[in-house]
């Protein structure tokens, strides 16, 4: 009767479909990309107002070997159309004594280094989410006393004596330690790339269409791969796919651009080198998949 028709009813199955596993990434991936984009904004900004900050500084210009000054027929501003001269001036501002790290300057070129890479193409933006996470955790600490902390030593020799960390690198996260080593890593993967385009034949870019996209893999795989798990690891396979053919004209000739990637490329290494050395002394070098 009645009372059957509806309990007959009540039994229909509704067969929802699984959602594939990769298209819940790719959205996951999408909105992640679209916070990051307020964070751009951010770093633009940040960068301009650095630019007037640093306008007096001395030019690093006079470090470029004289051969490359002879070619360039050319005299262009170096605050705006030679970028990685200002970024290298920011970073090189981060030495402090023989040996330490300016913390509060750190993070500044970090921040500053973002809308340069940006102008690199799509692929860069989980760079620049990175960049902004790692500034985060170390202005946790780093903020609990600006003038002290300063120091990156005192600010790691603070958190070892808070009983942050355990003995074997083992870094508590989030932590300015943390924040450290991945923001050094991320360096020196760009420090990879910027010297396979320094070591590059004239044109090879143009002869090898992957040129740019074997150097960036290389990159990665020596100075990030070790570390990261697998979703980090499918994350950038992702982003790989949209990387470009070339570096941005940063510069009005190949010349010059050569030489001051090459300005950039030691500025940076030696930054890493100081906080390299501090956090293995530290025993802070975490080796852990992230």
């Given at each position: 009767?009645?009372?059957?028709r509806?309990?007959?009813?009540?039994?229909v199955?509704?067969?929802?479909p699984?959602?594939?596993?990769?298209?819940?990434?790719?959205?996951?991936?999408?909105?992640?990309?679209?916070?990051?984009?307020?964070?751009?904004?951010?770093?633009?900004?940040?960068?301009?107002t650095?630019?007037?900050?640093?306008?007096?500084m001395?030019?690093?210009?006079?470090?470029?070997?004289?051969?490359v000054?002879?070619?360039?027929t050319?005299?262009?501003?170096?605050?705006?159309?030679?970028?990685?001269?200002?970024?290298?001036?920011?970073?090189?501002?981060?030495?402090?004594?023989?040996?330490?790290?300016?913390?509060?300057?750190?993070?500044?070129?970090?921040?500053?280094?973002?809308p340069?890479?940006?102008?690199?193409?799509?692929?860069?933006?989980l760079?620049?989410?990175?960049?902004?996470?790692?500034?985060?955790?170390?202005?946790?600490?780093?903020?609990?006393?600006?003038?002290?902390?300063?120091?990156?030593?005192?600010?790691?020799?603070?958190?070892?004596?808070?009983?942050?960390?355990?003995?074997?690198?083992?870094?508590?996260?989030?932590?300015?330690?943390?924040?450290?080593?991945?923001?050094?890593?991320?360096?020196?993967f760009?420090?990879?790339?910027?010297?396979?385009?320094?070591?590059?034949?004239?044109?090879?870019?143009?002869?090898?269409?992957?040129?740019?996209?074997?150097?960036?893999?290389?990159?990665y795989?020596?100075?990030?791969?070790?570390?990261?798990g697998?979703?980090?690891?499918?994350?950038?396979?992702?982003?790989?796919?949209?990387?470009p053919?070339?570096?941005?004209?940063?510069?009005?000739?190949?010349?010059?651009?050569t030489?001051?990637?090459t300005?950039?490329?030691?500025?940076?290494?030696n930054l890493?080198?100081?906080?390299?050395?501090?956090?293995?002394?530290l025993?802070?070098?975490?080796?852990?998949?992230?």
């Open positions: 009767g009645r009372q059957g509806e309990m007959h009813a009540s039994q199955v509704i067969d929802v699984a959602i594939p596993l990769i298209e819940v990434f790719l959205l996951v991936l999408i909105f992640q990309l679209y916070r990051l984009t307020a964070l751009v904004q951010e770093g633009v900004k940040h960068l301009r650095l630019n007037v900050k640093k306008a007096t001395q030019s690093a210009s006079s470090e470029t070997p004289a051969k000054k002879e070619r360039s050319s005299t262009p501003n170096p605050m705006v159309s030679r970028p990685l001269q200002t970024s290298s001036q920011l970073f090189r501002a981060c030495y402090l004594g023989e040996t330490d790290v300016n913390v509060e300057l750190l993070n500044d070129a970090l921040r500053s280094y973002c340069l890479i940006q102008q690199i193409g799509a692929f860069t933006l760079s620049i989410r990175e960049v902004h996470t790692n500034v985060g955790k170390i202005e946790s600490s780093f903020e609990l006393a600006p003038v002290r902390y300063r120091s990156m030593r005192e600010l790691l020799e603070a958190e070892i004596g808070a009983g942050m960390h355990q003995a074997g690198g083992m870094l508590s996260d989030p932590s300015a330690a943390m924040g450290m080593l991945w923001a050094r890593r991320g360096l020196m760009w420090v990879h790339i910027y010297q396979a385009r320094i070591d590059a034949m004239p044109g090879q870019n143009e002869r090898d269409a992957l040129y740019m996209h074997k150097s960036v893999e290389q990159a795989n020596k100075n990030i791969l070790p570390f990261n697998w979703l980090s690891q499918k994350s950038f396979q992702l982003a790989l796919k949209a990387v053919s070339d570096l941005p004209k940063w510069a009005p000739s190949e010349d010059l651009l030489a001051d990637l300005e950039w490329v030691q500025a940076v290494t890493c080198s100081r906080m390299e050395a501090m956090q293995k002394e025993d802070l070098e975490d080796l852990r998949k992230s």
